[in-house]
């Protein structure tokens, strides 16, 4: 079977423009005078597609997917600046969920989508690990509150701010690590990747943008900044309950149906303390 080649070039349809050769951060296309550009080093290219991207007649083929599979940045529906303002400002933290999966699809779609994040050196070595219902959301709560039961028995202390939280969840009052999510949405990095440079970064990015496309698709979100408290008190927790190592960079992200209706956005230009130097 012939090797799928990673940089491929119709000849025909290339204009021999340069343009992919110009755009190649890593400098790894290299074009003659007037011929079609080529890849003499693939193991050196960061896949970043920009060339694809950038070829006005699609004449290249990346790693096998040809141009006619990618999404034309021409005559295609993107919102206005106004509407991306206001998407901005009335995006929210929801901490009230109604009893409801959300749409199984939907929240594919979303997910899928993160592979459009960006990451450092485009490494994109992220594991996105969802409990995706109230069902597997519910075998997490208790896998969770069986490791803290065990990180007890220890005879190790948790701060007060995490342990009455803790017993309100345990005793079924309040859920107040988990907001009564019927998801969660853990954002792992995947240091074995080679060219990891950025793994806190990655991970934070592609959890922001978990939360515009969710948000744009009537999934609500809150962050899980608890998980990750809770994670520096009891360094195995992730381990026993998500198989997670305890080194593993990630953030946390819960999900729902919103059960709250917000009737504005929030006005907060002055936390903009923008500081000019010219
Ligand atoms: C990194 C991070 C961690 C957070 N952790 C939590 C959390 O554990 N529980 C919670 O209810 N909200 C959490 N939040 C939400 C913030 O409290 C929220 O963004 C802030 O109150 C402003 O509300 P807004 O997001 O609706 O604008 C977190 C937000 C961020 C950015």
Known sequence: MEEKKLFNVDGEKCLKCGLCVKDCAFKVLASEEGGAPTMPHPEKCMRCQHCFAVCPTGAITFDGISSDAAVSTRGIDLPNASQVENWFKTRRSTRMFRDEDVDKEV?????????????????????????????????????????????????KMLPRSL????????????????????????????????????????????????????????????????????????????????????????????????????????????????????
């Not at 450092?120 to 039961?149: Q, V």
């Not at 019927?182 to 990891?196: K, R």
């Not at 593993?248 to 504005?264: D, E, H, Q, V």
Request: net charge neutral.
């Open 107 to 155: 929240l594919d779609k979303v997910l899928k989508l993160l592979a459009n994040s960006p990451t450092g050196c485009n490494s994109h070595a992220l594991k996105f690990i969802c409990y995706p219902n109230r069902a597997a959301m519910k075998g997490f709560r208790n896998a969770f509150l069986k490791a803290l039961e065990e990180h007890r028995e220890g005879a």
């Open 163 to 278: 342990a009455v939280p803790a017993i309100l969840m345990r005793n079924g009052k309040e859920d107040i690590f988990f907001r009564g999510a019927s998801g969660i949405l853990i954002v792992a990095c995947d240091e074995s990747m080679p060219m990891v440079t950025t793994p806190n970064e990655d991970v934070a990015i592609a959890c922001s943008n978990f939360e515009l496309l969710a948000n744009a698709n009537g999934i609500a979100t809150c962050w899980c900044g608890f998980l990750k408290i809770i994670t520096n008190e009891v360094p195995e927790l992730l381990e026993k309950v998500s198989g997670i190592s305890r080194t593993t960079p990630f953030y946390a992200m819960l999900f729902g149906k919103s059960a709250i209706n917000y009737a504005r956005g929030v006005e907060r230009g002055e936390y903009a303390k923008i500081d000019y130097r010219e």
